[in-house]
């Protein structure tokens, strides 16, 4: 999800809410949910790039 006016603590309750919401599912198999988010002012194409990098690495910190 992009949003223009979230901050990391709204960011952080999103994650919180969609990862409880996913664990509510039942289903008849294991399945987990990876959400990785980041902030930042994107006004050029570099920083853009660096807020998709930061939420992807932060994506993958909580696969593991």
């Known amino acids: 999800m992009v949003h223009h006016s979230l ?4 960011l952080k309750k999103i994650k919180q ?10 289903m008849p ?8 988010y980041s902030c930042g002012d994107v006004y050029s194409e570099e920083t853009i790039k660096k807020v998709f990098q930061e939420a992807d690495k932060n994506m993958y910190k909580q696969k593991n």
């Open 29 to 36: 198999y294991s399945l987990t949910v990876s959400i990785g």
């Open 17 to 26: 809410e969609l990862t409880q919401e996913f664990q509510k599912l039942d």
């Open 7 to 10: 901050d990391q603590q709204e």
